[in-house]
């Protein structure tokens, strides 16, 4: 998922918070990962994704974001994160062999 910032203009690059539109933010979900540096990973199962794109429309907090990544997010401590590194690895070598988990979120 990439979270697309909407401005009025991007004419200048400081005080951005006086050029934002967060009402025009839009999401764009993907196929596997773009960049080097994943946020977080998520699993949403079929039967949960109505449920998924329920919470992520909910977000406005940060208390938020870490219930969402509870329920759906693969942090770097858990046991699945192992699995899905190496699943990714085997589907997508290229872009896998990128990434740096040093920002991936772990909350």
Do not use: C, W
């Amino acid at each position: 998922m990439i979270h697309n910032n909407a401005h009025i203009n991007i004419t200048h690059m400081f005080k951005e918070e006086k050029a934002r539109l967060p009402e025009e933010d839009t999401l764009t979900v993907v196929p596997g990962f773009i960049g080097a540096y994943p946020n977080s990973f998520l699993r949403i199962n079929r039967a949960e994704l109505l449920l998924f794109i329920d919470q992520v429309e909910a977000l406005s907090s940060e208390a938020d974001y870490s219930d969402l990544l509870g329920r759906f997010g693969i942090r770097r401590t858990s046991a699945a994160f192992g699995t899905t590194v190496t699943a990714y690895r085997k589907t997508a070598p290229v872009e896998s062999g990128l990434f740096d988990y040093n920002r991936l979120d772990n909350r």
